[in-house]
């Protein structure tokens, strides 16, 4: 909640001067309509998946902040979340290599996204924003990577994810359509 504010404007239905012009009743029962929203969907995760509601939770709570900054919707966290735990990754590492590829993305850190634009993925809109990740990935799937070679697979890891994480991000690639 503190990172993505979830419970006062789930995926832009209100602003916050719009919440605060609400009465104390109508504040109450959107922070309990958006609360209820999040869990029914973590819970629906939990049911489908091996990861649990508190394996999910952990993961998110390491890169909401990033993921929002970008636009993320919080969908694509939990599901982002739920195929690093699926292919075998602790929550708290899962976490920190996602909170990297937002930051290399979103800050284009050693020119991450100037390389991935190079391999020909679009990594920002026509205004130049940033896409969100699960954009990206799609795009990248897209683009083929099933039938691409492991070193460039390797290579375009890297690029996203750096040296340290490149390898959970095979891994969630391996998992995209999940």
């Known amino acids: 909640q503190q990172q993505t504010g979830f419970m006062y404007h789930t995926e832009g239905q209100l ?11 109508s504040q109450s029962n959107a922070l309990r309509m958006n609360t209820i929203e999040i869990l029914d969907r973590l819970n629906t995760i939990e049911n489908k998946s091996i990861a649990t ?17 970008t636009g993320e919707s919080i969908e694509g966290m939990e599901a ?3 195929a690093m735990i ?13 909170r990297m ?8 850190i050693d020119g ?4 991935l634009e190079a391999f020909g993925i679009t990594t920002t ?12 990935l799609q795009n990248l799937a897209d683009k083929g990577w099933a039938n691409t070679n492991d070193m460039t697979k390797q290579n375009i890891a890297q690029i996203v994810s750096g040296n340290r994480h490149y390898v959970r991000f095979i891994k969630l690639m ?3 359509d999940r």
Do not use: C, V
């Open 112 to 115: 991450a996204r100037d390389k």
């Open 80 to 82: 982002m979340s739920a």
């Open 174 to 176: 391996e998992n995209q």
């Open 86 to 98: 699926e292919a075998g990754e602790q929550q708290g590492p899962a976490g920190r290599a996602l």
């Open 15 to 25: 602003t916050n001067a719009q919440f605060m012009s609400h009465d104390a009743w």
């Open 53 to 69: 509601m508190g394996q999910l939770t952990y993961t998110m709570n390491q890169f909401a902040s990033q993921a929002d900054l």
């Open 101 to 108: 590829m937002y930051a290399r993305l979103g800050g284009n």
């Open 125 to 136: 809109d026509a205004d130049g924003q940033l896409l969100k990740m699960t954009d990206i």
